[in-house]
């Protein structure tokens, strides 16, 4: 059936071949709970609690191992997620790194939708209503310390009075059956028909019908109400430029359908100050090149607070160079004790003309390196500053004395063609 061999693998863990097992891999879902020392039957806030006290003791920077503490940040993270902990009971880690749902089919649901059989005796799962995407926009002050955003929201959600159904009297569409669409045939030619599936004329694609004397006093017969919601966002400390926080089942829900999800997408912030790439910051400044050739110390305003900056002994500056400053930078998400780099690039800001006393000059042809400056002398050439008006342009014809006595010349004759100069500067 399928040329190659068969390309589903990975969906069958222990069927390897004609010798494997017929029976399910055993799925290990212990691990998370055993790093955070509590019971499988937890409460997210328990778990929560839990690791805020095994921080004080675990952190890095009480002493605790960096490797080890990173892993219960980890399983912190999934066990206090309602449907990321539902996929890791179902299918260990091996499910949460596959980035499954707790929707998913199983194995065995897999291989029963490729042969055909899906649905025999068992109950089809609700289809899941549109999903709701919110950008929130946050600063990189906010994303480097970490913040909570309070969003408020209005969903549908399904009225309890009349159960979605509209009303305490529905007709159901006798042409769709109260599917709300019907299958159509279509004429391509003669004896050629396709079959299509389309709303249905009778009830215009709603499936059924209420009275108005029997309709919902609730929803006013719509089936579902607008409810206010405040979804609390925890931005975690070094959050990336666009990454995903999904709030499972908090948007939208229609009738016989599963809730969508409230996806907010971060968005960061301009910063007046630094860019950022992943966790690296980078910012401009500008120093005097008194600071350039004998040392700088500058005091910039960090997204960490102040900081004094200052560079090693005897090093010069020259315009556009680059200083790093190890974990200066943001910190790592999901690891947040580990940090980035800031890279400062310099510009050197060079005395005015004419600024300078002839002693200074004069020390400074003493100390600083280079070939000894000529004595001025009669006949030396000067320069000025440099001014874009003083590009000469010569927008008249070259030689044009000559103009008359080159038509007239004989050997431009017959068809002969005449080079011209357009005569223009730069």
Known sequence: MFGGGFPFHEFFSGHHGHGGSDSPEEVDNDKFYELLEVDKTASCADIKKKYRVLAKTKHPDKGGDPKLFAEITHAAEILSDTEKRKVYDKYGEKGINQGMSSHDHGPQDLFEMLSGRQGRGKQQG???????????????????????????????????????????????????????????????????????????????????????????????????????????????????????????????????????????????????????????????????????????????????????????PGDIVKPGDIRTIEELGMPLMKTPYKFGNLFIHFEVEFPAPQSLPSTVVEGLLKVLPGEKVLAQGEGALKTIPYDKSQITENNTAIHSDYKEDDEEDPRLSGGARRVQCSGTIF
Do not use: W
């Open 126 to 312: 609700e289809r899941k209503a549109p999903d709701t995407n919110h950008k929130l926009v946050v600063s990189l002050h906010d994303l480097y310390h970490g913040v909570t955003k309070k969003l408020s929201i209005n969903r549908n959600r399904v009225c309890l009075d009349c159960k979605g159904q509209g009303g305490s009297k529905v007709n159901v569409c006798s042409e769709c059956k109260g599917r709300g669409h019907v299958k159509k045939l279509v004429q391509l030619g003669p004896g050629m028909y396709s079959q299509s599936s389309g709303p249905c004329d009778e009830c215009r694609g709603v499936g059924k019908s209420i009275d108005p004397k029997y309709k919902c006093k609730k929803c006013k017969g719509a089936r579902v109400i607008t409810e206010k919601k405040i979804i609390e966002v925890q931005v975690d400390k070094g959050c990336p430029n666009h990454h995903k926080y999904t709030f499972y089942g908090e948007s939208d829900e229609e009738p016989e359908m599963r809730p969508g999800d409230f996806v907010v997408i971060i968005e960061e912030a301009e910063h007046p100050v630094f860019k950022r790439k992943k966790a690296d910051l980078a910012m401009e400044y500008k120093i005097s090149l008194k600071e350039a050739l004998t040392g700088y110390k500058v005091k910039i305003d960090h997204l960490d607070g102040v900081k004094i900056i200052e560079g090693p």
